[in-house]
């Protein structure tokens, strides 16, 4: 079973920083990619940044210039370092995982708020 353990989300005021982590463990295959999404009241889950295993990234508009994901695959852990902050990126962050085979996995979300 993979479960993916999410932290670093709290309050901050806009302009400020925050470092997401996400870290799998269980079994695991060979993994495609990790990323991140987030989900805001009222709105469907979007896609903040994703990480393949070669290391390329993929980042909404919203967030280019902002956001930066990293990842440690000797760690199986991603990270997103969020600059910049916005009240609209306030929202519930969710970690992704792909697998070559089986399913998508997520993580249980960690809430990021960003008001003065």
């Known amino acids: 079973q993979v479960q993916l353990v999410e932290s670093g989300g709290g309050l901050v005021q806009p302009g400020g920083s925050l470092r997401l982590s996400c870290a799998a463990s269980?079994?695991?295959?060979?993994?495609?990619?990790m990323g991140w999404y987030r989900q805001a009241p009222g709105k469907q889950r979007e896609l903040v940044a994703v990480?393949?295993?070669?290391?390329?990234?993929n980042y909404a508009d919203s967030v280019k210039g902002r956001f930066t994901i990293s990842r440690d695959n000797a760690k199986n852990t991603v990270y997103l370092q969020m600059n910049s902050l916005k009240p609209e990126d306030t929202a519930v962050y969710y970690c992704?995982?792909?697998?070559?085979?089986?399913?998508?996995?997520w993580g249980q979300g960690t809430q990021v708020a960003v008001s003065s």
């Open positions: 990480i393949t295993s070669d290391g390329s990234t």
């Open positions: 992704n995982l792909r697998e070559i085979v089986g399913p998508n996995r």
């Open positions: 269980g079994t695991i295959f060979k993994i495609v990619s």
